[in-house]
């Protein structure tokens, strides 16, 4: 079993950043691969990007790539969303979540367990 708590969501000006941070408990946390997802009001969820359990593959979405970084601490625990270049759009809840295999995956269903979200919110 594993329980993640997002942090770090909050209100930005547009091309401003954030930093999210996704902290599990458990101690196989490195065994697990880690996704960012978000959900606009509206819309249905999206994948943001993902971590390999080791941290060394990340992958993005087109929408964030070369705006979001991936990142995770295994001996903390933790996986972060760097967020830079904020725009209007990227307004939504952001949620992690952790599947028990090595590679993250776009299928938000490909998922075991799941965080409760954090607002972000980008004005123009």
């Known amino acids: 079993q594993v329980q993640l708590v997002e942090s770090g969501g909050g209100l930005v000006q547009a091309g401003g950043s954030l930093r999210l941070s996704c902290a599990a408990s458990?101690?196989?946390?490195?065994?697990?691969?880690m996704g960012w997802f978000r959900q606009a009001p509206g819309k249905e969820r999206e994948f943001v990007g993902g971590?390999?359990?080791?941290?060394?593959?990340?992958s993005y979405a087109d929408s964030v790539q070369g705006r979001f970084t991936i990142s995770r601490d295994n001996a903390r625990n933790t996986v972060y969303l760097q967020m830079n270049s904020l725009k209007p759009a990227d307004t939504a809840v952001y949620y992690c979540?952790?599947?028990?295999?090595?590679?993250?995956?776009?299928?938000?269903?490909?998922?075991?367990?799941w965080g409760q979200g954090t607002q972000v919110t980008v004005s123009s």
């Open positions: 971590i390999s359990w080791s941290g060394g593959i990340t």
């Open positions: 458990g101690s196989a946390f490195r065994r697990y691969a």
């Open positions: 979540a952790a599947r028990g295999y090595r590679m993250a995956t776009p299928e938000g269903h490909e998922y075991d367990y």
